[in-house]
C-alpha cells in the first residue's frame, strides 16, 4: 500500500518540495507509479513526520536533515529511521534507542536527566520528609516521579510500594507499565495498563499506552481497538490517528488508514 505524493502532503502539512528533498537525500525509499510517480509507504510517512516535528520545534530544516544524515551512518546496516526515536531537546536533536540517548550530530552519548534532575533526586534520597514507614501510597508514587530521569529501576520499585499499599493507584499502574515497557517488557506493562483502564475506564493516557504495549507485542487487532478506545476517550490524540493509521495500512485497510492520516493531519496543522 502507498500514497501519492499529493496525499504526502496533504496528509502531514508538508511542501511536495519538502518531501523530494527527502527522497533525494535518501532518509525515504518511495517506489515509482505506473507512471514513474512517486509512491510512498507508511515507513516514509513515519520519517516524514519525525521532520516536521522537529522543524515545527524551531529546529531549521538544514540542521534536522544534517542530524538524520548521520544518524543514518550512525545505525547498523538495515536498521530503519523510522523504528528509532528522534526528538528535540532545545536547539538539539536527541535519538533514544532502547537504553542509549545520543545527539546524532556529534555522536556524543547524553545523559537523559538534567542538572534539576538530579538535585530533586539527591533531595528525596537524603531529606526525606517522613520516615519511611510513614510513606504512603501517593508519597512512594511523587518519589516515583522525582527518581524516573535518574534511576529508572528505583523509580520502578517505588511505583511498586505505592501500589502495595494501593492497589487503585490509577497513575503508579500508569508509571509503571511505562517503565516496564521501555525496559522492553511489553506483556508486563500490558497487566498494568489494563488495570488502570479497570480503575478509570475513560484515562486516555492508558488507552494509548496500552495500544503501543499491544502493537509491540504484535497483536494488530488488540492494539486497534485499544487506539479506538483512546480516540473515543480524546479524539485530539493525534499520535493515536497515526498510529492507528500504521495498523489499518498494516492490515491492508487504506480508506481507514488515509481517513486517521487526514485526522492526524488536521490535528497537526489546523
Not at 68 to 75: F, G, P, S, V, Y
Not at 143 to 160: I, N, Q, V
Request: glycine letters at 6%; proline letters at 5%; hydrophobic letters at 40%.
Amino acid at each position: 500500500m502507498s500514497y501519492s505524493l499529493r496525499e504526502v502532503a496533504a496528509m502531514l502539512g508538508l511542501r511536495p518540495a519538502q518531501i523530494r528533498s527527502y527522497a533525494t537525500k535518501g532518509f525515504l525509499t518511495p517506489e515509482r507509479g505506473a507512471r514513474g510517480e512517486l509512491r510512498f509507504g507508511f515507513h516514509d510517512l513515519v520519517v516524514l513526520r519525525t521532520a516536521s516535528e522537529l522543524v515545527a520545534a524551531d529546529i531549521p530544516q538544514r540542521k534536522v536533515q544534517r542530524a538524520l544524515e548521520r544518524l543514518r551512518e550512525q545505525l547498523p546496516e538495515g536498521r530503519s529511521l523510522a523504528g528509532i526515536r528522534i526528538a528535540a531537546d532545545g536547539e538539539r536533536v536527541v535519538v533514544r534507542d532502547r537504553d542509549a540517548v545520543w545527539n546524532p550530530e556529534s555522536g556524543q552519548s547524553l545523559f537523559d536527566f538534567s542538572v534539576d534532575d538530579i538535585t530533586a533526586n539527591a533531595n528525596i534520597l537524603e531529606v526525606p520528609r517522613q520516615t519511611i514507614d510513614d510513606l504512603d501510597a501517593d508519597d512512594w508514587y511523587d518519589a516515583g516521579c522525582h527518581l524516573e530521569p535518574m534511576s529508572p529501576d528505583d523509580a520502578r520499585d517505588a511505583y511498586e510500594r505505592a501500589l502495595q499499599l494501593d492497589p487503585n493507584h490509577t497513575d503508579a499502574h500508569i508509571n509503571l507499565g511505562r517503565i516496564l515497557h521501555e525496559q522492553r517488557a511489553p506483556a508486563a506493562a500490558e497487566k498494568h495498563y489494563r488495570a488502570a483502564l479497570t480503575i478509570d475506564p475513560h484515562h486516555p493516557i492508558a488507552a494509548f499506552n496500552l495500544g503501543v504495549a499491544l502493537e509491540d507485542l504484535g497483536r494488530t487487532v488488540d492494539a486497534i481497538d485499544a487506539y479506538e478506545r483512546a480516540i473515543a476517550i480524546d479524539p485530539y490524540n493525534a499520535d493515536a490517528h497515526f498510529n492507528l493509521a500504521g495498523l489499518y495500512e498494516k492490515r491492508g485497510d487504506k480508506a481507514d488508514a488515509v481517513r486517521e492520516l487526514k485526522a492526524y493531519a488536521q490535528l497537526k496543522n489546523g
